[in-house]
């Protein structure tokens, strides 16, 4: 029989410190961590609103496969169903549940929520080249609207100066505007009733079409003939006074 130890003696109490102090530190930094841990879970859970919350919770159930402790998958499995089998008498039918879609808005059946909406919408993005292009448009046809109406002021004045100088005829039709040219044709001959809205229609297109072409030959005409500038609004004396005084030949000189 072996001598019992003293417990009295320094052996046996140093053994019994170095046993049960180490365990007792790690037990507390366990649990330390675990209430850390719980604690910044509870904090993000407060920070998140309510329905993601719930929906974060749903989703993780629905996840979750049903085991024998279900009544209704118990009795399945005693009916010889196996986890991952298709249902059927061929074993050819669904192997995953319905999908459960819960409506979270207000809106009527069929209409989007605002998330899928969002993610729809995110979908189409624009590229830089896209917008370059869009911005190009957007400054040409803003271009173009001001060379029309230019265009259109430049067709009055001509016909202004021209009337002045006694001409009954434009050197070119469209030097004048389409009312006074309309006018020269009814007096010289019956309209066709029939094509006559055609015609101011395609008449019209024509001249949004060209409008920036033209602008440049007739105010040439204009200045060649009367010395005359659009946008200085005036008829100079000669050609001398026109280079010193007009700033130059478009509108952006000006």
Not at 70 to 81: C, I, R, S
Not at 123 to 131: D, F, G, K, N
Not at 163 to 169: D, F
Request: proline share 3%.
């Amino acid at each position: 029989m072996s001598e019992e130890d003293d417990y009295m003696s320094d052996s046996f109490i140093n053994k019994c410190v170095e046993d049960v102090k180490p365990g007792l530190i790690n037990s507390r930094a366990k649990q330390r961590l675990i209430d850390i841990s719980k604690k910044q879970s509870d904090e993000k859970l407060k920070n998140k609103p309510l329905k993601v919350v719930e929906a974060e919770r749903r989703n993780e159930g629905l996840n979750v496969a049903l085991d024998s402790a279900n009544k209704g998958f118990a009795l399945l499995q005693k009916m010889g169903y196996k986890p991952g089998q298709g249902i059927g008498k061929d074993q050819a039918g669904r192997i995953e549940p319905v999908e459960i879609n819960l409506k979270s808005n207000r809106e009527g059946l069929g209409r989007k929520s605002p998330a899928k909406k969002f993610k729809s919408s995110s979908e189409v993005t624009i590229t830089q080249e896209s917008v370059l292009d869009y911005r190009r448009q957007k400054a040409k046809d803003a271009e173009n609207k001001r060379d029309l109406i230019d265009f259109l002021r430049c067709q009055r004045a001509c016909h202004t100066l021209d009337t002045v100088a006694n001409k009954e005829l434009p050197d070119e039709k469209w030097y004048w505007p389409q009312i006074e040219m309309k006018k020269l044709e009814e007096a010289n001959e019956e309209e066709d009733d029939e094509s006559s809205e055609n015609d101011q229609e395609e008449e019209r297109e024509e001249l949004e079409a060209q409008a920036s072409e033209r602008l440049v030959l007739l105010t040439k005409y204009l200045r060649d003939t009367y010395n005359y500038c659009l946008w200085c609004g005036t008829s100079f004396d000669d050609e001398k006074d026109f280079k010193e005084f007009c700033p130059g030949l478009t509108r952006n000189d000006h």
